[in-house]
């Protein structure tokens, strides 16, 4: 968690050199390497001790959804939300840090994961849980900050007034 307390806004790069971005649907998530881009940004939002959530460019939230990539594939689609009342914990994610890197866990355990090869897969964000070694450094994501925290900022998140004091 100590690499968001004094990020207001990151990109997330994945070991393939990828940018996570939120595509201009508004609703899907990919890979691109244009890491300039105002779609590779993503506003932290603290939501307690261990959890955090992104917000995209469209004002719409990272969210690990329940829906299957395609289908008989393990892992399950990564899409962009409006922040409701009604979501159970799928926009919250915990950032395992890893020595320079991290992993994001969703709150039912699988890992925010970029996807390669050929298409359908190409350049397509899941999450799921892998079991195989190589699988997990695929999880593994370098964090960027673009803008950092002043040292005193309120924000409004699910309806709560946090207040971060950058202790110096």
């Not at 994945?14 to 105002?38: A, F, N």
């Not at 289908?71 to 159970?88: H, M, N, S, W």
Request: include cysteine.
């Amino acid at each position: 968690m100590d690499l968001f307390k004094k990020a207001k806004t990151i990109r997330l790069r994945s070991v393939k050199d990828k940018y996570m971005i939120g595509d201009d649907d508004e609703q899907s998530v990919s890979l691109d390497r244009d890491g300039s881009t105002e779609k590779a940004e993503w506003e932290v939002f603290p939501t307690g001790e261990n959890y955090i959530r992104f917000k995209s460019c469209h004002g719409k939230y990272l969210m690990a959804s329940n829906t299957p990539f395609l289908q008989g594939v393990k892992g399950k689609k990564i899409i962009q939300t409006e922040l409701k009342p009604d979501l159970d914990g799928s926009v919250n994610w915990e950032p395992l840090r890893d020595g320079f890197q991290v992993r994001l866990k969703t709150h039912t355990g699988g890992f925010l994961r970029p996807l390669g090869g050929l298409p359908p897969w190409r350049n397509n964000v899941t999450h799921d849980n892998p079991h195989r070694t190589k699988a997990k450094e695929k999880v593994l994501w370098d964090i960027e900050i673009v803008e950092h925290l002043p040292s005193y900022r309120k924000t409004n998140s699910d309806s709560q007034l946090y207040c971060m004091i950058d202790p110096k």
